[in-house]
């Protein structure tokens, strides 16, 4: 079938880079983006980092420029909710009535965030995923403000570092015994948390919270420890759930997500998923994987464009993700939990260095302050078996080790 007419259900990421990349390969036919937010496209990185330190300016956030849209006949409708998919027909109904069709569907509905059991809302406990999330807490941070985060994920540790900047007193919460443990491994870990302590955040790892108090004047936690948080606002950062409600009574497969194959589509012909409602399978790991990160919604967007169009390629390659925390950037490539050996390159003590991640003398992972560089090299390095000594020797270009391997 001759595709004519693309919808995208969800106005972020995915919804942008599919617009751009189905014009960009020639596809002439209609687009529509249905956002149930009323801002059109922007990007959620900077929501945890410049724009909840600056101004709240929407400009610099637009994922589409006026002019393109313009320019590419691109049909943008804010506050349009979703309510049913007739995933056999193609056809959506949305809340105002209306329904539409289209030859290819993407279902690239995100995600909510994760709250804590027993909670009820209270305008001191905060989320943040949306820009009237970032602009609510925007007004809670400045200096003398009591801040408690819980969840000392990237996203977490990103707003502790903004809080921080503002003159918010922070501590930070999280279940397990050290932050980002789990993703980075002891060593890498405990330079996180020595980086937050050095700016003054305050840790309590390896508790939950057990009960929460929300008055008129601010909240009270109290830990699972016994210890007893009294501050003035409360942010919760503990991931996302993936909204699969639309797909899952479409009758259509999701787990973790939407379940899709390896090029996003789903088990409906002309429907796809993409981004961080998409559980894709990747033959790599094999198994259906559910990834929350800006890198991954930019390639899922590209490949279900290609899939769309009929040129469908799998793009398997590793993860990459990175966080601006004070002054510095911190990226990430791969993964970490088969590792059996760590070696650096580059001065921990300077807050310039990459670790890389070693298993079975194959490079699974890389992290880096200050040196996205090294993990653009890494990238192709990965799942390569690399001489560790290399690895650690500054007049050993890694560029260069990839090459070596190529040829």
Same mark, same amino acid.
């Given at each position: ?5 693309? +919808? ?7 919804? !942008? ?9 020639? =596809? ?22 410049? =724009?909840?330190? /600056? ?35 193609? +056809? ?15 279902? $690239? ?50 707003? !502790? ?6 003159? !918010?007193? &922070? ?22 948390? /020595? ?11 390896? @508790? /939950? &919270? ?8 601010? *909240? ?15 942010? &919760? ?30 088990? $409906?012909?002309? *429907?796809?998923? !993409? /981004?961080? *409602? ?5 033959? $790599? ?8 990160? =800006? ?17 469908? @390629?799998? %793009? ?39 670790? =890389? ?15 996205? %560089? ?28 990839? %090459? %070596?391997?190529?040829?």
């Amino acid at each position: 079938m001759t595709i004519q007419s693309v +919808t995208v259900v969800g106005g972020g990421q995915v919804a !942008a880079v599919l617009a751009r990349t189905l014009r960009r390969r020639g =596809f002439d036919g209609s687009i529509t983006i249905l956002g149930d937010e009323r801002h059109l496209p922007y990007q959620r990185p900077p929501l945890s980092k410049e =724009f909840l330190a /600056g101004d709240g300016a929407l400009e610099p956030l637009a994922l589409l420029a006026p002019k393109w849209l313009a320019n590419n006949d691109i049909d943008i409708r804010t506050s349009a909710r979703v309510t049913s998919l007739d995933a056999g027909g193609r +056809t959506l109904t949305l809340a105002d009535g209306s329904s539409m069709s289209a030859d290819a569907i993407v279902l $690239a509905t995100g995600g909510r965030p994760r709250r804590l059991a027993g909670i009820a809302d209270s305008p001191h406990i905060h989320h943040l995923r949306t820009v009237d999330d970032a602009e609510r807490l925007r007004t809670t941070l400045g200096a003398g403000s009591r801040i408690a985060v819980v969840g000392g994920g990237f996203i977490g540790l990103e707003i !502790a570092a903004t809080a921080t900047g503002l003159g !918010a007193q &922070v501590t930070v919460v999280e279940q397990e015994q050290t932050i980002l443990e789990r993703r980075l491994g002891p060593q890498m870990a405990r330079y996180c948390a /020595g980086l937050h302590r050095s700016n003054g955040v305050r840790f309590h790892c390896g @508790v /939950g &919270v057990s009960d929460v108090d929300a008055g008129a004047d601010g *909240v009270r936690l109290t830990l699972t420890d016994g210890t007893v948080l009294d501050v003035d606002d409360v942010i &919760v950062g503990v991931g996302i759930e993936p909204n699969v409600e639309l797909a899952a009574e479409a009758g259509l497969a999701v787990g973790n997500g939407i379940l899709v194959d390896a090029v996003g589509r789903t088990d $409906a012909p002309g *429907v796809y998923a !993409a /981004g961080d *409602v998409a559980a894709r399978f990747s033959d $790599a790991a094999g198994r259906h994987v559910r990834v929350e990160h =800006f890198d991954n919604a930019n390639r899922q967007a590209a490949a279900v464009a290609r899939a769309i169009l009929g040129d469908p @390629v799998v %793009e398997d390659g590793p993860h990459w993700l990175w966080s601006d925390q004070y002054d510095r950037n911190l990226q990430f490539a791969g993964n970490t939990a088969t590792a059996d050996d760590v070696v650096v390159r580059g001065d921990m003590a300077d807050h310039e260095f990459t670790a =890389f991640y070693l298993t079975g003398g194959q490079l699974s992972g890389a992290f880096a302050v200050d040196r996205g %560089e090294d993990i653009m090299a890494a990238r192709e390095l990965i799942g390569r078996s690399v001489d560790a000594t290399a690895l650690t020797d500054e007049d050993v270009e890694l560029w260069e080790l990839g %090459e %070596e391997m190529v040829s």
